[in-house]
């Protein structure tokens, strides 16, 4: 075990003084954390941004719990925000700040081990993405120990994106003697997925479990899984079709693991939180929309970091609640950890949410929130964000409507240099605790066209958010199918 995680493992329990059967006291609450992929903010039904969106089941997590609609993640792509969600920090700091720049360091603590601490069981399904550049899991069996999820605190693990996977158990909730174990499953990968996730549930009922659930849409490769294709809108394009088939098919699955805790009798003790990892890429479209925000996956305007953010906990959180402040991502980390009953442990950069939700805590749970990526950079208080592109500099009014506040045009910078120079402060001082590089940095060549296509309005992708393929069928209006 990496020496680091060993000491903080060694202080948890020094801290609470208790032996693992205390920890699994009955009262903590079992805590899911399902993670949807290139998932436009749009495109949950209780946004009410899209008429052809349908997600019942998501949409009954929103009436019983609470919509965080000013939820944001981390980075606006894969790689980090799951770095982000899972360690609770700003991936930054140990160099995850972008695709490709290798696997989850082990001396970072995850969700999964601190929660292990506190006496819970932990298992993971889908896509992982922390591991680096492993492309053929089968010939590397040594690596996969320390850099997939059995590595990084998971007892039970069912890894995997399309067709192959990794795993500890299968689908009958059998061990793997030889784990882990490569599978193949040729099924739609939504339904395996599900599948894995149901079966950990009754594995676990009994006592405190934490899953997380990366379920693997509507990233592409698109598909077009039934019945939910067949129940798409035939005069939307064939992307927006797969789509919407696909998240369809996703939300169903939310619903047989909504009605699997009630099954078992452990719905009012379980914490289900749904986020999506970043937007929606416009100019390689998946199907899926950011409407009405402006600028899509890879980018540090709202398309591309703020997601539908959505939590259910019958009986302790408000039912129909919509929370207004910012919140990120990395407060699922501090917000597990204080519901384990595990001390407060500074390294960790997000807030718990919890009384704030129920009331008990008045005011905003962050200032400020903070954006690096590429040779993009951001920080938004409770009304204003600076964005920097190279040495571009964008100050946007976000008390102005959603579709309309991060537009060039509506640039504040020389109306308000003050506010502008007051958050690049505190941006650059928080940069300046960050591994370099530091900013600013030269812009790349696919930011700079990012946020000429869809901020400055010079390029095919943005039309009030819709791709221009969506919009030649005419998909802004209309009839349904």
């Known amino acids: 075990m990496n020496f680091t995680k060993l000491k903080h493992r060694l202080c948890f329990a020094v801290a609470l003084g208790l032996v693992a059967a205390a920890c699994a006291a009955p009262s903590k609450p079992n805590i899911i954390l399902i993670y949807s992929d290139d998932h436009g903010y749009a495109d949950l039904g209780a946004q009410g941004t899209d008429p052809d969106i349908r997600t019942p089941n998501l949409d009954a997590l929103v009436q019983n719990g609470v919509r965080f609609s000013r939820g944001y993640v ?185 009605a699997k805790l009630r099954a078992q009798g452990i719905e009012k003790n379980t914490l289900i939180i749904f986020v999506g990892d970043n937007g929606a890429p416009l100019q390689k479209w998946d199907g899926s929309l950011n409407t009405p925000l402006v600028g899509e996956k890879g980018m540090l305007t709202d398309g591309g970091i703020r997601v539908p953010f959505v939590a259910e906990w019958p009986g302790t959180f408000p039912a129909g609640k919509v929370y207004d402040a910012p919140v990120i991502n990395l407060d699922i980390a501090a917000s597990a950890v204080a519901l384990a009953g595990l001390p407060h442990d500074p390294v960790l950069e997000g807030v718990n949410l919890v009384p704030f939700v129920t009331g008990e805590k008045r005011g905003q749970p962050h200032e400020t929130l903070f954006w690096r990526w590429q040779s993009q950079a951001a920080v938004r208080d409770d009304r204003w964000k600076l964005i920097l592109v190279g040495n571009d500099k964008f100050l946007f009014d976000l008390n102005k409507p959603d579709g309309d ?77």
């Open 74 to 258: 981390s980075a606006p792509q894969c790689v980090p925000s799951r770095a982000g969600v899972l360690t609770g920090r700003y991936q930054q700091r140990f160099g995850l700040e972008e695709n490709g720049n290798g696997s989850l360091p082990a001396s970072e603590v995850t969700i999964a081990e601190r929660l292990k601490s506190a006496g819970y069981t932990t298992g993971q399904v889908g896509k992982w993405h922390m591991s680096g550049n492993i492309r053929d899991a089968s010939q590397m069996k040594p690596r996969i120990l320390d850099l997939y999820p059995g590595g990084q605190g998971f007892d039970e693990y069912y890894t995997g994106q399309l067709n192959s996977y990794v795993a500890s158990h299968d689908l009958k909730g059998n061990r793997y003697s030889d784990a882990p174990r490569f599978v193949e499953d040729t099924r739609f990968r939504i339904l395996w997925q599900t599948e894995a996730a149901l079966s950990f549930i009754d594995r676990h009922a009994e006592a405190p479990f934490f899953m997380y659930l990366a379920y693997y849409a509507p990233h592409v490769p698109l598909e077009s899984p039934e019945p939910w294709f067949s129940k798409s809108p035939k005069h939307l394009p064939l992307e927006r079709r797969q789509a919407l088939a696909m998240i369809a098919c996703m939300d169903e699955g939310i619903g047989q693991i909504r």
């Open 405 to 481: 506040s991060e537009l060039a045009k509506n640039n504040q910078l020389e109306k308000h240099p003050e506010i502008a120079a007051a958050l690049e402060k505190k941006l650059m001082a928080w940069n300046a605790t960050l591994p370099p590089p530091r900013l600013p940095r030269p812009p790349t060549v696919h930011n700079q066209s990012w946020f000429d296509a869809n901020v400055r309005e010079i390029g095919p992708t943005r039309k009030n958010g819709v791709p221009a393929a969506l919009r030649n069928k005419g998909a802004e209006g209309g009839d349904r199918d």
